[in-house]
């Protein structure tokens, strides 16, 4: 089976013109009752290594969320 070539050729762009209207839905926009958030944090030191850490579980597991203001 031939894989088809894409680099070059017209994209239908289904989703462009709810994007350039502002009528698209993004995840962004949608809030529910106890939303757990996330922050990717990315390393102060090149090639360090983390000696102490702490594991955190998310809410679906034995673990409990943070609140991220205390």
Do not use: C, W
Not at 30 to 59: C, I, K, T, W
């Amino acid at each position: 089976m031939s894989t088809p070539i894409a680099i070059g050729q017209p994209v239908n762009r289904v989703d462009g013109r709810h994007k350039v209207t502002g009528s698209a839905h993004y995840s962004a926009d949608f809030l529910l009752d106890n939303m757990a958030y996330a922050v990717v944090v990315g390393a102060r030191v090149p090639s360090g290594r983390d000696h102490e850490h702490q594991q955190f579980r998310g809410a679906g597991s034995q673990g409990r969320t943070r609140d991220p203001h205390s």
